[in-house]
Nanobody, 118 residues
Framework: QVQLVESGGGLVQAGGSLRLSCAASRSIFSRNAMGWYRQVRGKQRELVAFITSGGTTNYADFVKGRFTISRDRRNAANTVYLQMNTLKPEDTAVYYC??????????WGQGTQVTVSS
């Protein structure tokens, strides 16, 4: 059973930081690169960053130098993190984690809302 539970979002002022967490089921975490995605209402979901099972990372240009993705498989944690620094109002979105690339058909968790005020 696929399970994705995102947390850590909230309201923060521009320039602030948040750390998102995603608890993933072992079935999806252990065999895949994992990614963070975000979606603004009315727009398509977009990839923010991904990390391979070996730890290689890749970031969208709009978050490079500000966000850091990591994964923790110790003690069966199966958790993916997104450290977000120097947040901007345009980072406001619902953030989701999932495998990268996303399977078809895709299962999505509930996401976590990030709101950055100016």
């Amino acid at each position: 059973q696929v399970q994705l539970v995102e947390s850590g979002g909230g309201l923060v002022q521009a320039g602030g930081s948040l750390r998102l967490s995603c608890a993933a089921s072992r079935s999806i975490f252990s065999r895949n690169a994992m990614g963070w995605y975000r979606q603004v209402r009315g727009k398509q979901r977009e990839l923010v960053a991904f990390i391979t099972s070996g730890g290689t990372t890749n970031y969208a240009d709009f978050v490079k130098g500000r966000f850091t993705i990591s994964r923790d498989r110790r003690n069966a944690a199966n958790t993916v993190y997104l450290q977000m620094n120097t947040l901007k109002p345009e980072d406001t979105a619902v953030y989701y984690c999932n495998a990268y690339p996303v399977a078809t058909p895709a299962y999505w968790g509930q996401g976590t809302q990030v709101t950055v005020s100016s």
